[in-house]
């Protein structure tokens, strides 16, 4: 390998940088902080994040051309450059950095998981559990019960059939754009 190859930068970078950063944008949407109570907190926006971030992944894993998941895997280096830099500017220090990106890696992958095992069957219901779990660490408004018996409540509800809306809406985008690093995402309904 010669030492240009150092800095090259890789087929789909930036494409995937500018994926990452449209989800993150409509993640940031007031809508859901206001109308939905997500907790305007570093964890309700890092879900946030996750949650959309992860819809676009499944997405581009999804499409039959390999470009698809090359894609994929960039739009999660960007979200991960990107986390270990915030985490740089919060005054994190270099010793732990590593440690808490490992955390929110772990943290990403179980959510996905979960989320895409409940949009992949259809169940809403289950999606909104995992989502009152996760973003409102259980609390949602209008959440009753505790671990098992916990029933999610209108704000993950709604929250559930956005990120359902949302996943049609991604399946039905063109690779072509989104190779090119073009996206749209669904307003938040009022």
Known sequence: MGLLALFRRKPHERPGFALYTAAVGAARDPSLFGELGVPDTLDG???LINLYT???VRRLRA???QR???LAQAVFDAMFADMDMNLREMGVSDLVVGRRVKNMWE???GRA???EAAIDAGDAPALALALARNVWRGAAPGAVGEGDALVAGPAAERLASLAI???RFLAAQPLASLLRG???FLPVPA
């Open 63 to 65: 499409d039959p051309d």
């Open 68 to 70: 698809g998941a090359a």
């Open 165 to 167: 809306a949302q996943a």
């Open 107 to 109: 943290a990403f992958h």
């Open 45 to 47: 926006r890092f879900d």
């Open 113 to 115: 998981v979960a989320y």
């Open 54 to 56: 992860g819809l676009l």
């Open 182 to 184: 073009e996206v749209r």
